[in-house]
Antibody, heavy 123, light 106 residues
Framework: EVQLVESGGGLIQPGGSLRLSCAAS????????MSWVRQSPGKGLDWVSF???????YYADSVKGRFTISRDNSKNTLYLQMNSLRAEDTAVYYC?????????????????WGHGTMVTVSS | DIQMTQSPSSLSASVGDGVTITCRAS??????LNWYQQKPGKAPKLLIY???SLQSGVPSRFSGSGSGTDFTLTISNLQPEDFATYYC????????FGGGTKVEIK
């Protein structure tokens, strides 16, 4: 079955660190553009980060310098290392997949999403 | 950054109605616009990509149109399973989402 399963969320104090994981099955993470998207309670969707199939990484300004996206091809797993966490980082974090677009226009349609993992930053 | 503004933020409709949701970009985004449906407690689901292309498996009562800065999602013959929140997403410059439109039962 083609799916994404996130883990690693929880309650963390401001200033703390957390690493989220997103295990993929049914497809190869390194052949897609993988992303993290978050959603604060009761709010809309907020793009966080991308890692392209070629390895390039991109971040929203709100997390640049604090979050790091990476992947382990041998484990077919995506990660998000989150440091210096703030209350405003509290959200459900989804990993999502978009087709590789090196040879086509990059519409970044997220065609597969995980169920999400909740991160709560609070003292 | 490109800002995406959806309207209305919510609407009430009945089964069988047609509804239109609008998404406006703060600058031109060509046709780099996708639409998603999200139900409570669930992940978003891709409906339409590249403004008007229907994602595989999505019913044909969903359609999208527009270009430049103004885009619409139209749902014809609203079904009970269509009551949800809808988001637009631009991908012309990184990625940003609209604020969402909640479609509720009248």
């Amino acid at each position: 079955e083609v799916q994404l399963v996130e883990s690693g969320g929880g309650l963390i104090q401001p200033g703390g660190s957390l690493r989220l994981s997103c295990a993929a099955s049914g497809f190869t993470v390194s052949t897609y553009y993988m992303s993290w998207v978050r959603q604060s309670p009761g709010k809309g969707l907020d793009w966080v980060s991308f890692i392209y199939s070629g390895g390039s990484t991109y971040y929203a300004d709100s997390v640049k310098g604090r979050f790091t996206i990476s992947r382990d091809n041998s484990k077919n797993t995506l990660y998000l290392q989150m440091n210096s966490l703030r209350a405003e980082d509290t959200a459900v974090y989804y990993c999502a997949r978009a087709p590789d677009c090196r040879t086509t226009s990059c519409y970044f349609p997220f065609d597969l999403w995980g169920h999400g993992t909740m991160v709560t930053v609070s003292s | 950054d490109i800002q995406m503004t959806q309207s209305p933020s919510s609407l009430s409709a009945s089964v069988g109605d047609g509804v239109t949701i609008t998404c406006r970009a703060s600058q031109t985004i060509d046709n780099y616009l996708n639409w998603y449906q999200q139900k409570p407690g669930k992940a978003p689901k891709l409906l339409i990509y590249a403004t008007s292309s229907l994602q595989s498996g999505v019913p044909s009562r969903f359609s999208g149109s527009g270009s430049g800065t103004d885009f619409t999602l139209t749902i014809s013959n609203l079904q009970p399973e269509d009551f949800a929140t809808y988001y637009c997403q631009q991908s012309f410059s990184t990625v940003t989402f609209g604020g969402g439109t909640k479609v509720e039962i009248k």
